[in-house]
């Protein structure tokens, strides 16, 4: 990082995929905006953010090749191309959730074998395909009772559950209350 114009073998590479939500990366996104916007635009300031704004996108980006390199392929490549392919199953899931998604689906999706897929998810994440389905449903049912006036049996439609019983079975054991109920005590001052 002493001369980011200078590569150097074994330079980093960034992994693609979709990173959790950063208060931080935010701040610096926003401070490199107003600086642009300016009247009068203080160049040096703008390289100085830019660069702090690569440092945390750096940091953040190091915690991947960490998980990558826990991988049990023997070469780095092949490592990195795993954990980016299940990235590519996490991040589906995560944008298609409300949708019908099968694990022929999400295989196809990432092309690896459905067994394979689901023996290497449930080692990189702990959990699943079809359970992180489910919490993503769940947080996002959650998100809406929480903040809209939707019949919870709409909201329920909405993220992908068709069965009225699971869904409230499955909110009931993650959030405590039923989803009705739920939104009641949430009213309550």
Request: charged share 25%.
């Amino acid at each position: 990082m002493d001369d980011p114009f200078i590569l150097k073998a074994g330079s980093t590479s960034f992994i693609e995929k979709l990173y959790s939500y950063s208060p931080g990366i935010d701040i610096l996104i926003q401070k490199v905006k107003t600086q642009i916007y300016q009247s009068h635009p203080d160049e040096l300031a703008i390289n100085e953010s830019l660069y702090c704004l690569l440092k945390e996108l750096f940091n953040l980006n190091k915690f991947s090749v960490k998980e990558a390199d826990n991988l049990p392929a023997k070469k780095r490549s092949t490592r990195e191309e795993l954990y980016k392919r299940l990235n590519i199953a996490k991040d589906y899931l995560a944008s298609c959730y409300a949708g019908e998604v099968t694990l022929d689906i999400l295989a196809q999706t990432c092309y690896l074998n459905p067994c394979y897929l689901l023996r290497e998810f449930k080692k990189l994440y702990h959990i699943t395909p079809h359970q992180y389905l489910i919490h993503i449903r769940l947080q996002e049912a959650e998100r809406m009772i929480s903040t809209s006036e939707k019949p919870v049996f709409q909201i329920m439609h909405e993220v992908g559950f068709q069965d009225a019983a699971s869904f409230t079975k499955l909110f009931k054991k993650r959030f405590g209350l039923p989803p009705a109920t739920y939104r009641v005590k949430l009213k309550q001052p």
